[in-house]
């Protein structure tokens, strides 16, 4: 059985910064890279996955 992630967000760049979205409450700012092979990344603060536009993770959902 998988646990969805919190938030899952389509994005445009393999390069992302993720800061829990939630300003004082959020966490530290953190520069994310989506490898090309698997499409997809998952924040280790907060655990929302970034899903590269396009790439192999991204369904069209």
């Known amino acids: 059985m998988s646990i969805e992630a ?3 967000k389509i994005v445009d760049t ?5 800061d ?3 300003g004082a409450l959020g966490h530290p ?3 994310l890279h989506i490898p090309a092979e ?5 924040c ?3 655990d929302a996955k970034y899903i590269l536009k ?3 993770a991204d ?3």
Do not use: L, S
């Open 44 to 46: 280790p603060y907060c």
């Open 29 to 31: 700012r953190v520069w």
């Open 20 to 22: 829990g979205g939630e």
């Open 38 to 42: 698997d499409g997809f990344v998952e």
């Open 54 to 56: 396009g790439g192999p």
């Open 6 to 8: 919190p938030e899952t």
């Open 14 to 18: 393999a390069k992302i910064a993720c």
């Open 59 to 61: 369904t069209g959902a």
